[in-house]
C-alpha cells in the first residue's frame, strides 16, 4: 500500500496536512536519502522517510504493551506523571491509554492508537478479563473469597458482576475482573473490611505481563499478541 508523502509526514508527527505540504515543499523531508519536495509522490512502509533527522513511522496503528510503575498517570494530558512521558515523541504523540490504572496501582497496561481496538477490549459488552495480583493489610478470609466472587455492592451502591478470586498466601491473592469500576479492586476488598496495599495488573485477556520487563519499560506488542487479544476470553 502508497500513501502520499504528505500524508505519511502529518499521519507520524501529528501536524496539520497543510503544514506537511509545506515542509515537504521546503525540501525538508527524504526518502530513502534522497530530498523529496513533491508532497504528492507515493511512498510505502518499506521506504525510509527521515524528517528532521528523525526516522517516521508509517505503521497504519501503534499496539504497545507497558508495564507502568508506581506514580505514574494514566492521561493523555503533558503533565510530569504522564505514562505518556515513558515514551519517545514519535510514540508520544499518536498513543492513548486503554483503560485506565491509579496512579500506585503497576504492571500491564496497553496503550493503541486504534480506537477499534481500545473498544474492543474496553466496552463493557467486550470487557475482557482483566487479572490482578493484590497484596492485603488483613490476611484474607476463607469466607470472603464467595461474597466477593458472587457479585457484591460498593459503598455507593453499585454493583459488581461475578469474578473470580485465587488465595495465594494469607495477605496475597489474585482477582480476574471482567469490567472497570473506578477503583473497583480496593473497593469490593473495603467493602469485605479489608485494604488493598499493593495492586499489580497481570493480564489482560490473553495477554500476560511480559515477565522481562522492568516497571517503566514497554515493548511493541507482535503480530500473535495483537490477534490474541482480538479473540475473546471468557470468565
Ligand atoms: N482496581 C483498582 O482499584 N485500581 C486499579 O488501578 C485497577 C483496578
Known sequence: MTVRLDGALAKATGMGRKDARQ?????????????????DFSVS?????????????????LYVMLCKPEGTVCTTEDVAESVLRLFPDSYRKRLFCVGRLDKDTTGLLLLTDDGDFDHRLMSPKHHAEKEYAVTLAQPLKETDIPLLEGGMTLE??????????????DGACRITLCEGKYHQVKRMFA?????????????????????TLADG???????????LLSAKSEL
Request: with cysteine; charged share 35%; aromatic share 4%.
Open 156 to 169: 455507593n451502591g453499585e454493583t459488581t458482576r461475578p469474578c473470580r478470586v485465587e488465595k495465594i498466601s
Open 217 to 227: 519499560e514497554w515493548r511493541d506488542l507482535t503480530e500473535e499478541e495483537i490477534a
Open 191 to 211: 467493602a469485605v473490611g479489608n485494604r488493598v496495599t499493593a495492586l499489580r495488573r497481570i493480564r489482560i485477556g490473553n495477554l500476560p505481563l511480559d515477565p
Open 23 to 39: 515542509y515537504v515543499n521546503r525540501g525538508a523531508v527524504t526518502v530513502n536519502g534522497e530530498v523529496i519536495r513533491k508532497a
Open 45 to 61: 512502509l518499506s521506504d525510509e522517510i527521515l524528517f528532521r533527522g528523525e526516522t517516521l513511522d508509517l505503521r497504519e496503528h
